[in-house]
């Protein structure tokens, strides 16, 4: 640091005046308790499990080096793919539902009528409601005897069928949950459907383009930014599932009994990457986990972004 | 002027340094002396922080324990934390600030023990002449691995049948099956269906603890002499189908429906005590909820039906343990080890044991008049004497064990994977794990 600052007083080009650097200083002294905190909580533990990832770690006794080999284990291991099999079903299947629905309910949120604004508290409402209290209240809707989600199925003469508990039913019944909480997501949609200028719907109104026309031409495109980073945090957001497994698929104080529910559908990879860090105490292992995880997210985020060009429209292009 | 305002920025900096780590200023013996005792502690007394996972009235009979000890011993006093998150006694050991004393559950304790976080005792035991031969063996073993004790056990649970004399007398039984047999026929009797399958009661849960009835079968887990876990063990596998026949009389889709629409477990409605379940396999604290929440039910205590063929296994029996231990890192294990003792003594572990509800660990503790007013436990205390009762086999690896072997059950019992083939997967799951 000090010598490269030193190369450049020389240098006329890139050279600070003896005030600038001051300047410079203080700025980054100002900021140095972000900068403490980021390297000590941030790029620390980032490091330091990508290198724990290559030992056999327990927590008590110092790490022991070995190489790939968990890499390899986890390469090998069912449940490791059991997880996967269940995180990629809820980012891929729950997410874009997910998104459609409150972008649905966002345009409905929209329309100019008599107290609008309850509607959008309403609506907005379960967000705010803690996600422990939101799983336990959902347990007795979705109860198959006594439930009101069954009542009404029974009442329209359909199946009603046991959601948490066969494992067939498990994941959509977190669809059904997660739907219930995307006023959330509704609610940047709204903000962002109020940014669309008003002289685009009425120059297609103009030339006789009907509601669903407006929609898919219009709106989309105007909003396809935020979709895409809905669809980002909606992706990551999934991949790290955990405490509604936790809640619903009874994680019990002393760790015994199975976490993930029946038949195993509800272990999603960040409920698998805790019992193995903190039920089996194997901290490599769940270390290798994690940076597998880091991997797929960066990987799809990545391929999300290059593709997003396609569909993606920013204002002024 | 500039040169100050650096020299500010700076101060402000390390105070929030300082700022943030100042909470943990030690604050040494001045909390213990506020706790009201007889004894006034003396000057230099040691505090011991003891971190127990109990919580309510069950926190309350211990904290009465605790409140005993530190009148008798002013020179050694025990701070009691309620502290049910295990997590943070890991969080705590690797720090470095452990807990002097903390509780545990018996099936972590060797994993924990042998990975450095628990303290061995055999020097003291050796030292004080605790007699461990007192100790239930099944109970005693969850806390030692090749000859090492690293938890003195506290408190026991073991299950065994309970029956609903009254659905039973209605379909015409005297009294509880006591063979395997004869329990696959009270199930079938005494379970109700409707026409479409519809389940309105049942005999028995089938999913029930594969382990106690494992050790019915004379199963076992683990094979010393070839240092093999044995998942394949053709006891375990006659309790597996025990519970698949059962299973398959009714299928997923019924059971599965019958039992989501069942009670909560601590409340009025518990399935056994609303009579949705005629028999249950439930361990010696049942009899303390149903005074509590169902006192007009009219049950029968009896021991888990033996197997005919292993008639010498009457009265088997799978044993959990609730644990003591010294964490690594202690400043005073002496003194810890001083509490710990005193704390399973036979009287303490009795008055403990009596009010929780809970079976002790220690022969000479079975007849302390204190559990005669325990609901149940006179079935219970002789049923911890005999001699079938086993634990799972303690090991670096047990969690990962039971884990797999449970998550295979469920998947057996639904039918996805056949047995050979769910246990093999456990066998070749588990086997690696064997370097202890």
Known sequence: MRVSTAANQRKPVSGWSKKERHYVYLGLAFASPWIIGFLAFTVYPFFGSLYLSLTEYDLFSPPQWVGLQNYEQILADDRFYKSLGNTFFMAFISVPITLAVSLLIAVMLNFKVKGINYYRTIFYLPSVIPIVASALLWTWILNPDFGLVNMALRTLGLTDPAWLLDPRYTKPSLILMSLWGSGAGALIFLAALQGVPRQYYEAAQVDGANWWYRFWKITVPALSPIILFQLIMGLIGAFQIFTESYILAGGKVDGSGSLGGPEQSLLFYAVNLYQEAFVFLKMGYASALAWILFIIVLLITFILLKTSGRWVYYGGE | ?436
């Not at chain 2, 011993?73 to 807990?99: E, F």
């Not at chain 2, 006179?378 to 690896?397: I, T, W």
């Open chain 2, 1 to 436: 002027m500039k040169k100050k305002s650096w020299i500010w920025s700076l101060i402000l900096l390390f105070s929030i340094v300082t700022g943030c780590s100042g909470g943990n200023a030690p604050q040494a013996g001045s909390d213990a002396g506020e706790e009201p005792s007889d004894n006034p502690p003396a000057q230099d007394a040691v505090t011991l922080d003891f971190w127990y996972g109990w919580t309510g009235p069950e926190a309350e009979a211990l904290e009465a324990l605790i409140a005993k000890w530190n009148s008798a011993n002013p020179d050694i006093q025990v701070k009691g934390l309620s502290q049910s998150d295990y997590q943070k006694q890991l969080t705590a050991i690797t720090g470095g600030n452990p807990p002097d004393i903390a509780s545990q559950f018996g099936q972590n304790v060797v994993p924990w023990g042998l990975r450095g976080a628990m303290m061995p005792l055999d020097d003291y035991i050796a030292k004080d002449g605790v007699d461990l031969k007192d100790f239930v063996p099944a109970a005693l073993s969850t806390s030692q691995h090749e000859g090492k004790t690293y938890a003195i056990p506290t408190a026991m649970h073991v299950s065994m049948l309970f029956y609903n004399k009254d659905i039973l007398q209605e379909a015409g039984y005297d009294g509880p099956p006591e063979t395997i047999s004869d329990l696959k026929k009270y199930i079938k009797k005494l379970s109700v269906a409707q026409d479409d399958g519809r389940l309105q009661r049942l005999g028995l849960w089938p999913g029930m603890d594969a382990y106690t009835f494992s050790y019915a079968f004379n199963g076992s887990f683990y094979d010393e002499a070839t240092q093999q876990v044995t998942p394949d063990h053709p006891g375990i596998q006659s309790a597996i189908k025990l519970s698949k026949e059962i299973w398959d009389q009714y299928g997923s889709d019924n059971l599965d429906r019958f039992s989501s629409g069942l009670g909560q477990y601590m409340s009025a409605q518990n399935p056994f005590f609303s009579g949705k379940y005629a028999m249950t396999i439930d361990g010696e604290w049942l009899p303390t909820f149903i005074k509590q929440y169902s006192p007009d039910l009219n049950y029968g205590i009896a021991p888990i039906p033996y197997d005919e063929s292993n008639p010498e296994l009457k009265n088997s029996g799978n044993v959990t343990t609730s644990v003591f231990y010294i964490p690594k890192g202690v400043k005073n294990p002496d003194a810890s080890w001083k509490f710990i003792k005193w704390m399973t003594e036979p009287e303490q572990m009795a008055e403990f044991t009596a009010a929780l509800g809970n079976l002790p660990t220690r022969n000479s503790a079975f007849s302390n008049p204190l559990y005669e007013d325990v609901p149940g436990f006179r079935e219970f205390l002789d049923y911890s004497g005999s001699e079938n009762l086993k634990s799972f086999p303690a090991s670096s690896y047990a969690n990962e064990y039971m884990t797999e072997f449970s998550a295979q059950y469920d998947a057996i019992l639904r039918g996805t994977v056949s047995m050979e083939e769910g246990l093999d997967k456990v066998k070749a799951k588990i086997q690696p794990l064997v370097k202890w």
